[in-house]
Nanobody
Framework: QVHLRESGGGSVQPGGSLRLSCQTS????????MGWFRQAPGEGRDWVAS???????MYADSVKGRVTISKDNAQNTIFLQMTNLQPDDTAMYYC?????????????????????WGQGTQVTVTA
């Protein structure tokens, strides 16, 4: 069983930055395909970014250039560094994981692709 715990959400002004963290337990980040989804109020969950077990990042077009996904296998933690945040980035951000190989991880961009989810961390961007 994989357990995921997110942290790092908060409230920022437009143009601000935040770094989200997600720590795994049960299995280490070095063997997992991991990523982030977000859900804005009244909307579905959208894929934001993910990373293969060997560290290849993938990004949604909507955040490319403003978001960086990374991980520290020694801490079993992945990070989502977000810059130039805008009100449209306001959402609950969820960490996800599964035991996908590289090719499957690169294709996994739907909520149904992941079995393991964190509880979410709220990001609010407002003036």
């Amino acid at each position: 069983q994989v357990h995921l715990r997110e942290s790092g959400g908060g409230s920022v002004q437009p143009g601000g930055s935040l770094r989200l963290s997600c720590q795994t337990s049960g299995y280490g980040s070095s063997v997992l395909c991991m990523g982030w989804f977000r859900q804005a109020p009244g909307e579905g969950r959208d894929w934001v970014a993910s990373m293969t077990s060997d560290g290849q990042p993938m990004y949604a077009d909507s955040v490319k250039g403003r978001v960086t996904i990374s991980k520290d296998n020694a801490q079993n933690t992945i990070f989502l560094q977000m810059t130039n945040l805008q009100p449209d980035d306001t959402a609950m951000y969820y960490c996800v994981a599964d035991f996908w190989d590289g090719d499957t991880c690169r294709r996994s961009r739907s909520t149904s692709d992941y079995d393991y989810w964190g509880q979410g961390t709220q990001v609010t961007v407002t003036a």
